[in-house]
């Protein structure tokens, strides 16, 4: 029975394989002699480019076939190694993620208190808006109520349906 490869020796084909596929060919004897190299079939009238397109496939079965065998040469340890490896690293990411998760969260509790924040800021602006407009609503008619008194007759101080409130101050000041 022959030695099995080492997965150096392996990874070494692997490596030269995928440099082949890597490969500049520009002319259709280089292709055909690669094609030979590989032991793939051609026509005389095969464009280069299915030619080496047909090399590639080949090529891609080697490795996959070197990658097979690297796999299964693999020790228990080795692979109880990488299992733990692989393990250690998904329980850091889970960690990395939880982290993440918190730090959105306290994101999202911040911005939700800022929202109901403004919501409560809108809502007393809109109150004491409103506050504002009838006490000077009151103050007006008062001005006005004063105005007519000491200018009966002279100024007509009734507020027409269509004034605004500033329009109604100019007029009543002018």
């Known amino acids: 029975m022959g030695r099995v490869a080492s997965n150096d020796d392996l990874q070494k084909q692997i490596d030269d394989l995928n440099a082949d596929k890597l490969k500049v060919i520009s002319t259709i004897a280089e292709v055909r002699l690669m094609a ?4 793939v079939a051609y026509t005389p ?24 065998i690297q796999y299964k040469t ?8 990488e299992f733990n490896n692989e393990q250690g690293d ?9 982290s993440n998760i918190d730090a959105k969260n306290g994101e999202i509790y911040s911005i939700d208190d800022a ?8 809502q007393f602006n809109d109150i004491e808006v409103q506050r504002v407009d009838r006490d000077n609503k009151a103050k007006l008619a008062a001005f006005a109520g004063q105005l007519t008194a ?4 002279i100024i007509d101080l009734t507020r027409r349906p269509d004034e605004t409130d500033e329009e109604y101050r100019q007029r009543c000041y002018n």
């Open 74 to 81: 693999r020790s228990s340890e080795e692979i109880l190694e």
């Open 150 to 153: 000491l200018n009966s007759g």
């Open 115 to 122: 929202v109901k924040d403004s919501e409560a800021a809108v």
């Open 45 to 68: 009238k095969q464009r280069m480019q299915t030619i080496r397109k047909n090399i590639d496939k080949k090529i891609d079965g080697f490795i996959k076939g070197f990658k097979a």
């Open 90 to 98: 998904a329980y850091n990411e889970i960690e990395l993620l939880r």
């Open 36 to 39: 030979d190299d590989y032991e």
